[in-house]
């Protein structure tokens, strides 16, 4: 496979991984805004800027930090590279110039998807609404096919793509949650704290699953538990690192090869694997997750190299 | 109403709607078929070509400027003698476009005898003086030619023009087949068409067969990437023959040798078919701010590592100052009469031609012989007489950059159209792979129609539309000894399938 | 005159470069009038040189190098035996035939000034004294700057500017030359300077026009002469890109900058002697 066919395919995975992220993390911080009092609110719209790593560039645009503009600023926005209308380009971009590479049902997912954020136009919450419940239907019709697709390089990358794109929006999620968010004075686990947790669990879908694994209220340590070291919950970090591993491997096995890239997905997977919660905790959460972002970029950079991607 | 006279491939040239005898079915097949019939089908067919992505983008235009070429649902057909009749005449013309090729970046021996002034060959910007004596693996530079030809009768076939660099549409030809064999299964059933699915097999033998190394040669293909036009010709046929479609920045020369890169580091390369044009393929030789090229590939192809399909240079045999000369180019290197004529034409740097040009301008079509996509042209008919008086202006100012031709009454097709079934003019571009066995013509090509009524002008950017050609296979009646007429007709359509379809013809 | 040539070339880039590759036109042929009496190029790091003749009958070098490069230095030395021709070039490596030079190139546009100015000069005399009264024209009528070339730009915006290195004053000449009906080229090499200035920020330049009955034959504009056993033919081309001594593609970014030495004498075996 060229190398460049490769990179595509790996970054239509981490650009559509993105662009559905963002979606569901506006959605969360609509329903959010709308369950809070002021200004825990507003300060949803800021932590919405902070998850998607997009502070600086709004604050460049010089806006007001309203949910109408932090909201157009992440989904339409194209000075905005990380919005979704940029995600989409970039994906629909990179998979024009490797189709043969994707299967029909694939692009015409991503084609669609891209179609439709074309058309949009900024509303307010509801319309918003309305335009992220589109992508998610597009995201999970790229998910199906990419799930029809022959099990062959292309699918590995694709998926290789997505697992590292998600380990990182996962980690920088539980992240600013717990370092940024929490209004000073505000007591853990009283309401405006439930609701931030119900909308976390909301963003990675992980509402009826948390449920179901501990009949419980959301508690911080226990969605933290959830998000990083449940292998059952697919957008977990144990999960993510399991997938890296995965596709590395089946990688390794077609080609005959393994290299850095492989060695570190694994060494990560089993710190992962052996590692509690309590001792997480212990160690400074924000410290471990900086750590696990950190170690995540490497990986994305071994993985460049060892395909050969520059 | 087409222009008077003009000759209907279907219906004949009466006028009538009974059709040729030969396609009697298919006329009543175009009578009997609902008009609502047909533009559903051609509706599926377009929307089928719209998923599939076959799109050209119009340059200047946003992405979302993407649109498909029209589609004709009503097929145009050619009996298997006029297909022998064109096919014959495709290979001489293609083995003389190639042996002229041969020559000029080598002996130059039919400027020497005189046949073609040397001045209009050695000063023109399309002969590449750096390539002289580079000759390629078998001496064949022009691997695929789309010869484009007019009609205008019953035998009357005409070269309007020599397409020789990186000619373009063969991906039409197949889908619109494609098309027709899943909205008219019935027409298939009826007549025995030959395949025109053995394209990319060929195409690929073809690149194969003049790769400088024999095992296993690896061959891509190479495209300005995805914004460019064509692109989705260029992924498709990569596709369907297996091989890598890739971009310039895939490609690097170490050593006078190409390699692409791969995730398994790199892999050298045998045979290019680029659709880039020779000025944007190497900035280090030719264009310097070309950032669609290859830095080295030039060295690389003189060196003889690897094999450019078309060869560099080959603009100079489809140059339009050299088409009046082809029917002598054609005699110099066949030793016979071109058998596929050109369109009648004036040079208007020779004296007489042009006082013939300046006392007809009403009459003809006048063409800047270095002009294309129809700048620099005169459609006398047509013309406002101020239009003309400029055009004698110029014609008088430079005559040697001017040709002239008759207007032609082009042949037409029965074509859908807002209010049913209409006759309108075509034009058809077969293509020819020279590879080391010789001339090939997958039986077929690309029909343009024109869809304006009384429109000549059949180009996709000025409301073209596309058909799907038929060749019929020769009559195998002959075979047919006791009347199992149905059961034959039947077994000759699998024997036809299964032939190889090619028409092959050893190079001399 | 035995002459001994040595051409540096010194590339520094701003970083390191991961490829390097470049397309060398420095090595001279013998013909009537220059003989090679010895001749090599010098990289001064691992290198792989592919060398070929190319269409217009230039010996050329394809140099591969690996990175990291920073800096890169091409040494080209030899000896020339050279013998005034009167500037007539004969029994050189011919491929192409003469017509090939009557086409215009970018570098050789001309506009109206340029065109009349060629045609208004001497318009009845025979095409060798069109040539003649060409090349001591240009002398006239623009100034020679010394310096390195290093901007490439077209005839007619050279002319109307009245000023120009020897590639100019050449492009002028060659493209005055086709508006007359005479074939004529490019040509790079090197000049030895009887005034004593053998070393040289550059290589030199002028132009070739063919005559019927004579054959090809060399004037240089900027000294208004035609050239004589000071001379040393390297390479021909339409233009200055086809015959440049060096054209070159690198990657890995950043700045590139170049500095040339030329050092054209005497040979030391002809002082002595």
């Known amino acids: 496979m060229l190398a460049r066919t490769a990179a595509s395919l790996y970054w239509i995975g981490r650009y559509v991984e993105r662009a559905e992220f963002t979606s569901r993390l506006l959605e969360a911080t609509i329903r959010f805004d709308a369950l809070s009092s002021r200004p825990a609110g507003e300060a949803a719209w800021d932590s919405a800027l902070a998850v998607a790593a997009a502070d600086q560039g709004f604050d460049a645009t010089g806006a007001d930090r309203t949910a109408a503009n932090v909201s157009r600023y992440l989904t339409l926005d194209p000075a905005n590279p990380g919005s979704i209308r940029s995600c989409l380009d970039a994906a629909r971009s990179n998979s024009k110039s490797v189709r043969t590479a994707l299967s029909r049902d694939a692009w015409e997912a991503i084609n669609r998807a891209w179609l439709g954020i074309r058309q949009a136009t900024s509303g307010g919450n509801y319309a918003t609404l309305a335009l992220v419940e589109t992508l998610r239907a597009e995201a999970r019709g790229f998910e199906g096919a990419l799930h029809r697709m022959l099990r062959n390089e292309a699918y590995f990358f694709l998926g290789l793509g997505a697992a590292i794109e998600r380990a990182d929006n996962t980690a920088r999620l539980i992240d600013v949650k717990y370092h940024l968010l929490l209004p000073e004075g505000e007591e853990v686990g009283g309401a405006v704290d439930r609701d931030q947790w119900t909308t976390i669990l909301h963003t990675v879908s992980a509402n009826t699953a948390y449920r179901w694994l501990y009949r419980d209220q959301p508690k911080p340590w226990r969605v933290a538990d959830l998000l990083i070291l449940r292998r059952q919950m697919p957008r977990s970090l144990l999960a993510s690192a399991d997938e890296v591993v995965g596709l590395l491997t089946a990688l390794a096995k077609l080609r005959g090869l393994q290299g850095e890239a492989d060695r570190a997905a694994r060494t990560r997977q089993a710190t992962l694997a052996n590692s509690t919660i309590s001792t997480i905790f212990a160690g400074g959460l924000h410290e471990w997750l900086g750590c696990y972002i950190v170690e995540n970029a490497r990986i994305d950079r071994l993985v460049s190299t060892q395909f050969r991607f520059a | 109403m087409p222009r008077s006279g003009a000759y209907d491939e279907i219906w004949g040239a009466s006028g009538s709607r009974e059709g040729r005898p030969e396609f009697k079915h298919l006329a009543d097949w175009i009578r009997d078929t609902d008009t609502v019939e047909f533009d559903r089908r051609q509706a599926a067919a377009e929307a089928a070509f719209r998923q599939l992505g076959i799109t050209f983008a119009v340059y200047g235009q946003e992405e979302a400027g993407e649109r498909i070429i029209p589609f004709d649902i009503v097929p145009r057909v050619f009996t298997a003698p006029e297909w022998e009749q064109l096919s014959t005449g495709l290979v001489q013309r293609v083995e003389a476009i190639n042996a002229f090729l041969d020559d000029l970046y080598g002996a130059q021996r039919i400027l020497k005898d005189g046949v073609v002034p040397a001045e209009l060959v050695l000063a023109n910007a399309q002969f590449r003086p750096l390539l002289m004596g580079a000759r390629p693996p078998h001496g064949i530079y022009a691997h695929i030619c789309g010869i484009d030809l007019v009609r205008t009768g019953p035998t009357d076939f005409f070269v309007l023009e020599d397409n020789a660099r990186t000619p373009s549409g063969v991906s039409y030809m197949l889908e619109n087949r494609e098309a027709m064999l899943r909205l008219c299964p019935e027409l298939f059933q009826t007549y025995d068409v030959l395949p025109v699915d053995t394209y990319p097999d060929r195409l690929r033998e073809t690149l194969e067969s003049v790769s400088p190394r024999s095992d296993h040669p690896v061959c891509v293909l190479l495209t300005p990437g995805h914004f460019n036009s064509a692109f989705y010709e260029h992924s498709f046929l990569a596709d369907s023959m297996g091989i890598e479609l890739v971009e310039a920045a895939d490609l690097e020369v170490d050593d006078d040798i190409v390699w692409m890169r791969t995730i398994d580091g790199r892999v050298r390369v045998d045979v290019i078919y680029r659709r880039i044009d020779d000025d944007y393929l190497d900035p280090l030789f030719f264009r310097p701010d070309s950032m669609l090229g290859v830095p080295g590939l030039l060295a690389a192809y003189l060196a003889g590592n690897v094999t450019l399909v078309n060869a560099p240079g080959t603009g100079i045999a489809d140059d339009k100052a050299i088409y009046s000369y082809m029917p002598d180019i054609v005699r110099y290197y066949s030793g016979g009469e071109a058998k596929l004529p050109n369109v009648e034409t004036y040079r208007c740097r020779e004296p007489q031609a042009l006082q013939y040009t300046l006392d007809n301008l009403a009459d003809l079509v006048v063409k800047l012989v270095d002009g294309s996509g129809g700048y620099g042209m005169l459609v006398g008919p047509t013309a406002s007489s101020a239009e003309i008086e400029a055009f004698r202006a110029a014609l008088i100012a430079e005559p040697h950059r001017y040709i002239a031709q008759p207007t032609l009454a082009l042949s037409t097709v029965p074509t859908l159209v807002k209010d049913g079934i209409a006759p309108r003019h075509v034009d058809f571009r077969p293509f020819c792979l020279t590879g080391a066995d010789g001339v090939s013509i997958v039986p077929g090509g690309l029909t343009r129609v024109a869809l304006k009524e009384g429109s000549l002008v059949v180009n996709s950017s000025q409301g073209g539309g596309t058909k799907d050609s038929l060749i019929l296979a020769p009559s195998r009646q002959t075979i047919d000894p006791d009347g199992m007429h149905q059961t034959l007709g039947k077994m000759s359509q699998t024997m036809g399938r299964g032939m190889k379809p090619m028409q092959s013809m050893g190079r001399r | ?273």
Not at chain 3, 9 to 36: A, F, N
Not at chain 3, 98 to 112: C, F, K
């Open chain 3, 1 to 273: 005159m035995r002459l001994s040539i040595l051409h540096r070339t010194t590339y520094t880039y701003s970083q390191p470069q991961t490829r390097l590759m470049q397309l060398l036109r420095m090595t001279p042929s013998s013909h009537i009038g220059q003989h090679v009496v010895d001749w090599h190029i010098d990289i001064d790091r691992d290198a792989r040189l592919r060398y070929r003749r190319d269409g217009f009958g230039n010996e050329t070098a394809m140099l591969y190098v690996d990175g990291p490069v920073d800096t890169i230095t091409l040494t080209v030395a030899g000896e020339i035996l050279t013998e005034d021709t009167a500037g007539i070039v004969q029994a050189a490596n011919e491929p192409l035939p003469p017509l090939v030079y009557l086409r215009a190139t970018p570098l050789t546009e001309l506009d109206e000034g340029l065109a009349s100015f060629a045609r208004d000069l001497a318009p009845d005399a025979s095409p060798l004294d069109r040539a003649h009264a060409l090349n001591r024209g240009i002398g006239e009528r623009m100034r020679f700057d010394t310096g390195t070339m290093d901007v490439e730009r077209a005839a007619a915006t050279a002319f109307a500017a009245g000023h120009g290195v020897c590639q100019d004053m050449a492009h002028v000449f060659i493209a005055g030359a086709r508006v007359l009906g005479l074939p004529a080229r490019y040509v790079s090499g090197h000049l030895f300077r009887r005034d004593g200035a053998s070393d040289q920020p550059a290589a030199h330049a002028w132009a070739e026009a063919y005559v019927d009955g004579i054959g090809w034959i060399g004037f240089d504009p900027a000294n208004a002469i035609c050239p004589d056993d000071a001379y040393v033919r390297v390479a021909v081309g339409l233009d200055y890109r086809e015959a440049a001594p060096v054209s070159g593609a690198r990657t890995g970014g950043g700045m590139e900058t170049l500095d040339v030495g030329v050092r054209v004498a005497l040979s030391q075996i002809q002082s002595q002697g």
